[in-house]
């Protein structure tokens, strides 16, 4: 987008009510009601019997909010369990622009006061048409809704969603039509599964030339790119198996392949580590609870809250790798961030890679608590770690 469109777009927020509800600080950090805050979202909660059993488990789970349709009675509910909503209002594409739009302003004008409600979203993935060039929906749309949204309710920002396709440069065309910049990669995919919607004739969903797991990060950077430095990146992960998305009758039992603890893992940090400003999953409503996603992803959410700021503040911490050969090449290797909070150091790491490393970090504080992986050993004024392929290592330290 032209440097004009963006600083005129960030001028807007600018000019947003003290009391905004919603708002962007320097760098895409998430402002909910005056709280800096990292995101973690749900389009569908787990299927736990009732969607009060699914909230009341998502709350639990250190998620902050979940799409809502867009009904007062579900904003409500939501709200009674801690969480807050999103809710899609689609935009004025097609043949019927002042119908949508009065849809659309009757629709917020009936919700705006909820204080459950976070922010709008309007069209998913409108660049993306399948085996198509696209658009979808044209910029122009999604451009108009926005400003129609902006309107009706400053005080609130708006979701744009895009698939991992399309160029860059068309991307950027929807950035006058969002505040939170996402896009959905879904990896975990098995050898051999038959064709299917979203899935490319070589299987896979990405369109990278990584065909690992380690594409969410090449995903994120991706985005950053077209959402610029000043909007929020968010990440969609995987909350599902590919297979399961077929009608039942028609699923192989051999292809249906969940994320692994470790992989949902690996996926939200290696997101985070890329600059990514909040995390949202997709899937739970096609994920039985017997199949063990849910417990897993739990687990890995409340890791991660457990981490507070370190989600958010990106202070600088001066950290030096030294690698020992493991008789593989090295590709993309260890990528990781460190963060200084107060009274202590949170260093977030993940292997990129398909094979193990080894390496010496430097430059950390002593006083080394692992609060997962890495098996850190003390070597001279560094510790010595492993790191198997797609592995995770997460430390926190006094300074």
């Not at 004009?4 to 320097?26: I, N």
């Not at 370190?310 to 030294?322: C, G, H, S």
């Amino acid at each position: 987008m032209e440097r004009r469109k963006f600083v005129a777009s960030l001028a807007a927020w600018g000019a947003a009510p003290a009391g905004a509800r919603s708002r962007l600080e320097a760098g895409g950090t998430v402002v909910f009601q005056g709280r800096r805050t990292f995101p973690m979202a749900l389009y569908q909660v787990p299927e736990l019997g009732s969607r009060a059993a699914g909230l009341k488990a998502a709350a639990e789970a250190g998620f902050d909010v979940v799409h809502c349709a867009a009904k007062r009675a579900e904003l409500d509910e939501t709200a009674a369990h801690g969480l807050g909503g999103w809710c899609t209002v689609g935009s004025v594409a097609g043949g019927k622009g002042e119908e949508q739009r009065r849809r659309i302003t009757a629709l917020v004008e009936g919700l705006r006061d909820h204080e459950a409600l976070r922010y709008w979203e309007t069209e998913d993935e409108p660049s993306y048409q399948w085996k198509k060039a696209g658009p979808r929906v044209r910029p122009e749309a999604i451009r108009e809704t926005y400003a129609l949204l902006r309107r009706l309710d400053p005080s609130r920002l708006v979701y744009l969603n895009h698939a991992p396709a399309n160029l860059v440069s068309t991307l950027r065309q929807y950035n006058p039509g969002g505040d939170l910049i996402a896009t959905d990669v879904y990896p975990v995919i098995p050898r051999g599964i038959r064709p299917q919607y979203a899935l490319w004739p070589d299987g896979r969903q990405g369109d990278l030339l990584n065909g690992y797991i380690s594409q969410v990060g090449q995903y994120a950077d991706k985005m950053r790119a077209v959402a610029g430095p000043d909007r929020a990146v968010l990440m969609v992960l995987q909350g599902f198996a590919w297979e399961m998305l077929r009608d039942a009758k028609e699923r192989d039992p051999k292809m249906v392949l969940y994320p692994a603890r470790e992989e949902l893992l690996f996926m939200a940090v290696q997101s985070i580590v890329h600059g990514a400003n909040g995390l949202k999953w997709w899937g739970l409503r096609f994920t039985p609870v017997e199949a063990g996603l849910w417990a897993d992803l739990a687990a890995v959410t409340k890791l991660l809250r457990g981490l507070g700021e370190a989600l958010i503040d990106r202070r600088k911490v001066d950290v030096q790798l030294e690698y020992h050969d493991t008789g593989h090449s090295l590709d993309q290797g260890v990528e990781w961030t460190a963060r200084a909070l107060g009274g202590e150091t949170v260093w977030m790491a993940v292997n990129a890679d398909p094979n193990p490393v080894e390496a010496t970090v430097r430059g950390l504080p002593a006083g080394l608590e692992v609060v997962w992986g890495g098996r850190p050993e003390k070597a001279g004024n560094g510790w010595r770690m492993k790191l198997e392929p797609f592995g995770t290592a997460i430390w926190r330290m006094a300074r």
